[in-house]
């Protein structure tokens, strides 16, 4: 047995951990998209917003002069009052029109379910790396690649899902949102597809058997018969 293996496991493993702790801040933050309408009029208050997988935050921003690079409210980080809500599908008694209006449920649904089976994913692919550092369990490392690779998978169709429901907002005529852009959360998304999806695969590089070298290797490794 390789006696580099068990530390090979346990950095691809310390990388893994990274990449599902940013899984999980861009499932739970709402941080995806910033929108912002088109300002007319100055020395008022504009509306932005920001919003993630399960809901939608509305910020009211002073906005005092006209900006060679910015015609839209914001940017974000402003000062102002924040309100925030969840999705009418998610939850029937809260109210989100603002984006009920200018994108389709579908796409918000579709983002979240697939989100939830990448977390799910990398839950199961966590448990089974854990049983793995018990002695005689090397088998579930290669279900657990494969459990990230999934979870990796998963978390850019739901990235590509909500970029393709933001593109469709901004082309609405309905909307009154004229500039968009990816949050911190999108980025969140975006490196945990990367780090599960490349660890994934070489953890299961580590977990397959070495291949012999030379012809006659497998039988001079092998255990003398008692």
């Known amino acids: 047995m390789d006696e580099s293996k068990p530390l090979k496991i346990r950095l691809t493993f310390s990388v893994i ?3 599902v702790s ?18 007319e009029v100055y020395n008022a208050t504009c509306e932005a ?6 809901r939608l935050c509305t910020k009211r921003i002073y906005v005092q002069e006209p900006s060679a690079h910015e015609k839209g409210c914001g940017p974000i980080s402003l000062p ?21 209006v200018t994108t389709q449920k579908e796409y918000s649904i579709s ?25 005689k369990s090397d088998y579930l490392l290669k279900p657990a690649s494969m459990f990230y690779t999934f979870a990796g998978l998963c978390i850019i169709i739901s990235v590509e899902v909500m970029r393709q429901s933001v593109k469709r907002m901004i082309d609405s005529e309905e909307t009154v949102w004229i500039e968009y852009s990816y949050s911190w959360s999108f980025a ?10 490349i660890c994934g695969i070489i953890l299961l590089l580590i977990a397959l058997p070495r291949f012999p070298q030379n012809p006659w290797e497998t039988c001079m490794d092998a255990e003398p018969e008692h």
């Not at 009052?81 to 009920?100: A, D, L, M, Q, R």
């Not at 979240?112 to 049983?131: D, P």
């Open 17 to 19: 951990l990274v990449g």
């Open 111 to 135: 983002a979240a379910a697939i989100a939830i089976f990448s977390v799910g994913f990398a839950i199961i692919g966590t448990i089974c790396i854990l049983f793995s550092f018990r002695k």
């Open 49 to 54: 917003a920001h919003f993630g997988l399960w």
């Open 22 to 39: 940013l899984l999980f801040a861009a499932v739970v933050s709402d941080h995806w998209a910033v929108l912002s309408p088109k300002v």
């Open 188 to 197: 969140c998304a975006c490196a945990s597809f990367i780090l599960l999806f």
């Open 80 to 100: 102002g009052e924040s309100n925030c809500s969840y999705f009418k599908h998610f939850t029937p008694g809260e109210s989100s029109e603002i984006f009920e």
